[in-house]
């Protein structure tokens, strides 16, 4: 019986823009209105053990209070469904303004708004581990390899674990057109093993990002509105880290109501890259996107994903100044 060493890294969604505070907790409410979001992942369905990521969320900005809160659940299932993640997150943002905007009578210059958002999350892990579906060594006759039994003498303390866990963050956004943050996730590093070992922890994942937005109706003023315009240009960049695994992300694309389209690349900075094509379309409070990434490095894995998000958009009628970041 030999054993290999293992690495695995957090779920991940291609274009986290489209799924609401899943980068950073700071950018819950970040949408300024009721949002509701659904997303799904399918990766590397050549391999026959399919990954299936669905995540469902909900948040609000509390314009008054200049606060944000929402709440999140996510299913990864991996290997068949043999292993699951489930995750249930309850988040908090809070929004300080280190700059107002200066207005007159026909406008407000949004560009002079500045923020400081900071978020926390607590998240509850439900992992299960699914024995009846995993054939072990112990189970084959060493001779002719073939399997004899049913019956393993393998031994787990559990197939099912339960633990809490902390992530924080911060963004600094100008208002209308330019976001830098961070955050860091699993601040405990948390056991996550159905093995008590000791090298099961769940190392600490760390995340920055940068969007920019470019709004080809900037004159009409976007600080006293609670939807930017439909028509902008937008970039944006991200690098994680998490143990041994790295990802760094560069895209752009466009909106022009009611369809927006964007491309990106995707390196681990070493012999994995892929590219990312997004298109979606908006209409009244509905919005959905179609993700699919192209595998484009020579190592070769039959890796490619396919990602659905739909999210709907509840408005109110309150106006405060909030920075307003759409993906």
Known sequence: MSGVCVYAQDYTFSNHNIVPFSLNPAMAGNANAIRLGLNYRQQWPKLGNKYNTVRASYDQNFY?????????????????????????????AHTFQLKSGKSNKFSINATDGIFLRLGVQATYFINTFDVSKVTFADQYDLGTGNLYGSNTTEEFEHDRFHFADFNVGAALCVQGFLTLGAAMYHLSEPENGFQKTGNNILHRR???????????ELSNGLFGRNSIS?????????????????QLDFGVGGFFSPFMAGISLKSDLSEVSYVSFMVGTSIKNLQAYYVYDLFT????????????????????????????VYW
């Open 64 to 92: 008054k209070r200049m606060c944000s809160a929402g709440l999140s659940y996510a299913l990864d299932s991996y290997a068949g469904g043999i292993y699951r993640t489930n995750e249930i997150g309850l988040v908090y």
């Open 206 to 216: 760390f995340a920055a990002h940068v969007n920019y937005i470019k709004d080809l």
């Open 230 to 246: 439909d028509t902008y240009l937008f970039a944006n960049a991200s690098y994680q880290s998490q143990d041994v695994w790295k």
């Open 297 to 324: 490095s020579q190592k070769k894995n039959g890796s490619w994903s396919h990602e659905i998000a739909l999210i709907y958009i509840i408005r109110t009628v309150e106006r405060y100044p909030c920075p307003v």
